[in-house]
């Protein structure tokens, strides 16, 4: 299930996504619900547009693993920062900066990551 809202407040565009998904997979302790929250905000100016977001992901186990005496519970919390800038009708450079923080009640799912990445998208 996805629902998705955009609006504008004059030049800046807000979008918030939510999705819910139920998953039957292989395996007995695998079976999991995902919620997620996506929301973002874009101020464009011209090619350029930079626009900063947060997403939150919820991922529950249905049953409890054995080997990890728990039904695992993670919840993922990112920031993100982009900027596009359209260099021409069918070219886009595009920067983004992710920082990600992962809690959970199985220590070895627990992290921190920062990215950041480049692409050269062409639009055709």
């Not at 695998?30 to 874009?42: G, H």
């Not at 021409?88 to 992710?98: F, G, H, M």
Request: glycine content about 6%; proline content about 2%.
């Amino acid at each position: 299930v996805k629902a998705t809202v955009q609006g504008n407040l004059g030049a800046t565009r807000g979008k918030a996504q939510t999705a819910y998904s139920l998953s039957d997979a292989v395996g007995r302790y695998k079976d999991q619900t995902i919620s997620r929250l996506n929301l973002e905000l874009a101020l464009p100016l011209g090619s350029f547009v930079p626009s900063l977001g947060a997403r939150l992901k919820e991922t529950k186990f249905k049953e409890s693993d054995p080997l990890l005496a728990v039904a695992e519970d993670d919840k993922l919390v990112s920031g993100v920062l982009t900027v596009n800038y359209q260099i021409s009708a069918s070219w886009v450079v595009l920067a983004e900066y992710v920082n990600e923080h992962q809690t959970s009640n199985v220590a070895a799912q627990v992290y921190k990551n920062t990215a950041t990445s480049l692409s050269l998208v062409f639009i055709y």
